[in-house]
C-alpha cells in the first residue's frame, strides 16, 4: 500500500484533529502518501480531497473540531452514492481508508468494506457509545465541559435553594449524563437505557429537603426526554422549583484534554498499522488500556452497554 485516504464525518468531537495528525504523520513515516477528504462522505462523492503533508497537520493537535471539517451524507447511503465515492479513491489512487467518526460515519466505512474497499473505522463522538472500545475520543473532554457545567450551576443552586435540571447529549447513550452526574455528585441522573420512576424521584428529592438539602442537581440525558418536559412533570409530581439548563453544543467543542489527545494519537496510528499489515474491515479500541481492533462489520450489530454497575453507585450516593 502506498496511498491512504483520511475523513472525518458525523458530528465532531474534541481530539479528532489529534487522531488526523496521527494518521498523517504514522503513515509518512512509513513512506506512505496521506489523502484528506474534506466534509466526510459528501465530499468523498464530491472529489473534495487534497494530499496532506507533515506540515498540513502542525499545531492542530491542541484545537477541538475538525480540520478536514464534516458533513452529514444521505446519498452516500444509496449504492449509487457509494459507488460514487469509490470512484473518486480510484481516480486519486487510494488503496485505504481511514474514517474517524461515530455509529453512521462506520455504516460508511461498512459499506465501502462490502465492496471490497479497505477501511479502518476509528471511534470519534463525544456519546462514547461504539462497541469494542472502553472510550471513544472526545467522550473525555465532552465529560469534563459537562463537569465544570454542573459544578457551576451547582453554586447557583445553592445560593437560590433550588432544583436545576441540566440536559446533557446522549441520545441513545447514557454514558456522559452517568459519568458526569456521579462525577459532579448529582441527586438524581435520568439515562436512556433505564426507565425512570416519578414517584420515586419526587420522593427522594422530598426526603432530602426533609434533611436540610435545599438545592439538587438532576442531570438528564437527551434521549431520556427534553429537561423543559422533565421539568413540568417534576413540578407537577413535586411541586418544587426547578430551573432548567440546556447545555447543547458547547460539549462538542473546546480543546481536547490530555487523555483524548492521547488516546487519539494511539488510535490514529494502529489505523494506519493496520492498513499496512494489509488488514481492512476493521475498527480499532481500547480495552483495559490496551489497543484492540474487530471487524466492523460484526460490531455494528453489538449494543452498547452502560455500566449498571456504576449507575446503582450514583443512586446509592446520591442519598
Not at 49 to 74: F, K, P, Q
Not at 77 to 85: F, L, S
Not at 169 to 185: E, F, K, V
Not at 302 to 311: A, I, S
Amino acid at each position: 500500500m502506498k496511498r491512504i485516504g483520511i475523513l472525518t464525518s458525523g458530528g465532531d468531537a474534541p481530539g479528532m484533529n489529534a487522531a488526523i495528525r496521527a494518521v498523517v504523520r504514522k503513515a509518512i513515516y512509513h513512506d506512505l502518501e496521506v489523502y484528506g477528504v474534506y466534509n466526510g462522505y459528501s465530499g468523498l462523492i464530491n472529489g473534495k480531497i487534497e494530499r496532506l503533508e507533515v506540515g498540513s497537520v502542525g499545531d492542530i493537535i491542541h484545537r477541538g473540531g475538525t480540520m478536514l471539517h464534516s458533513a452529514r451524507c444521505e446519498e452516500f447511503k444509496t449504492k449509487e452514492g457509494q459507488q460514487k465515492g469509490i470512484e473518486q479513491l480510484n481516480k486519486f489512487g487510494i488503496e485505504g481508508l481511514v474514517v474517524i467518526g461515530g455509529d453512521g460515519s462506520y455504516q460508511g466505512a461498512k459499506a465501502l468494506t462490502e465492496h471490497g474497499f479497505p477501511c479502518i473505522g476509528v471511534p470519534g463522538t463525544i456519546d462514547n457509545d461504539i462497541p469494542g472500545t472502553d472510550f471513544t475520543i472526545g467522550f473525555d473532554t465532552a465529560l469534563n465541559t459537562v463537569l465544570d457545567s454542573i459544578d457551576k450551576i451547582r453554586d447557583t443552586a445553592s445560593s437560590h435553594e433550588r432544583t436545576f435540571i441540566i440536559e446533557v447529549m446522549g441520545r441513545n447513550a447514557g454514558d456522559i449524563a452517568l459519568w458526569s452526574g456521579l462525577a459532579g455528585g448529582a441527586e438524581t441522573i435520568l439515562i436512556p437505557e433505564d426507565p425512570y420512576d416519578m414517584e420515586e424521584i419526587a420522593d427522594r428529592l422530598r426526603k432530602g429537603n426533609e434533611r436540610g438539602k435545599k438545592h439538587s442537581i438532576i442531570v438528564v440525558a437527551e434521549g431520556v426526554k427534553s429537561a423543559h418536559d422533565f421539568a413540568k412533570e417534576l413540578e407537577a409530581a413535586s411541586h418544587f422549583d426547578t430551573r432548567i439548563s440546556v447545555l447543547g453544543h458547547i460539549q462538542r467543542g473546546g480543546s481536547p484534554t490530555a487523555s483524548d489527545r492521547v488516546l487519539a494519537s494511539r488510535l490514529g496510528a494502529r489505523a494506519v498499522e493496520l492498513l499496512i499489515e494489509g488488514k481492512g474491515g476493521r475498527a480499532v479500541g481500547i480495552q483495559n488500556n490496551q489497543l484492540v481492533d474487530y471487524d466492523i462489520l460484526e460490531i455494528l450489530g453489538t449494543p452498547h452497554k452502560v455500566d449498571l454497575d456504576m449507575y446503582r453507585l450514583s443512586k446509592e450516593l446520591s442519598i
